[in-house]
């Protein structure tokens, strides 16, 4: 059973835009300004799409963006292009170094 | 640009012990960060198995501190993971990373581990 709770399949077709949902409780998400969220295609590593709620790495388009609000941070790609198509997971700080990821979320551009 | 690349046997027997291993190029393991192991079962999700700090000190998802080992081995510039009495439900792909603060920003590629006997 994860720690953070996503929901399994999200779609949008291109130039739309999607939001998923990452949901944790008042020791994790609640708590802390640290979620992150991973992209990931088939058969690849993940690869860091937003850091520290809403901070996007170097060479992530800003079509990615995130935000949190209580329990619940979310992850939203507007303008939905077809290499968007991907698994996408949460992550979030839990206290004591402890981190925890959601089940993830299948991303599909129609 | 800081690379890892995981190591490692493909095929561990039940209640034996895994051992796979992690060299990273492009940064020295001794100067900083957290470094850390994730796995993810086929079809699953990721699951943090724990960090390891430049300085030795250790951090582990506590449904699996039982059981997992993370070392440095700074003088290969490498870090390794052990996870001893394993069964069928520690079949996954391993992935090695660096950690900064909350997040892991390089990724290995993974390495498959099966367990069958």
């Known amino acids: 059973q994860s720690a953070l709770t996503q929901p399994p399949s999200a779609s949008g077709s291109p130039g739309q835009s999607v939001t998923i949902s990452c949901t944790g409780t008042?020791?994790?998400?609640?708590?802390?300004?640290?979620v992150s969220w991973y992209q990931q295609h088939p058969g690849k590593a993940p690869k860091l799409m937003i850091y520290?709620?809403?901070k996007r790495p170097s060479g992530v388009p800003d079509r990615f963006s995130g935000s949190k609000s209580g329990n619940t941070a979310s992850l939203t790609v507007s303008g939905l292009q077809a290499e968007d198509e991907a698994d996408y997971y949460c992550?979030?700080?839990?206290?004591?170094?402890?981190?925890?990821f959601g089940g993830g979320t299948k991303l599909t551009v129609l | 640009q800081v690379r890892l690349q995981e190591s490692g046997p493909g095929l561990v027997k039940p209640s034996e012990t895994l051992s796979l291993t992690c060299a990273v190029s492009?940064?020295?393991?001794?100067?900083?960060?957290?470094w850390g192991w994730i796995r993810q079962p086929p079809g699953k999700g990721l699951e943090w198995i724990g960090s390891?700090?430049?300085?030795?000190?250790?951090f582990y998802n506590p449904s699996l501190k039982s059981r997992v080992t993370i070392s440095l081995d700074t003088s290969q510039n490498q870090f390794s993971l052990r996870v001893t009495s394993v069964t069928a439900a520690d079949a996954a792909v391993y992935y090695c990373?660096?950690?900064?603060?909350?997040?892991?920003?390089?990724w290995g590629q993974g390495t498959l581990v099966t367990v069958s006997s």
């Open positions: 990373a660096r950690r900064y603060g909350d997040h892991h920003d390089f």
């Open positions: 492009g940064y020295a393991i001794s100067s900083g960060y957290y």
């Open positions: 390891i700090f430049h300085s030795g000190a250790t």
């Open positions: 008042n020791s994790d998400v609640g708590t802390y300004d640290y």
């Open positions: 520290e709620v809403n």
């Open positions: 992550s979030s700080y839990a206290g004591y170094t402890n981190l925890g």
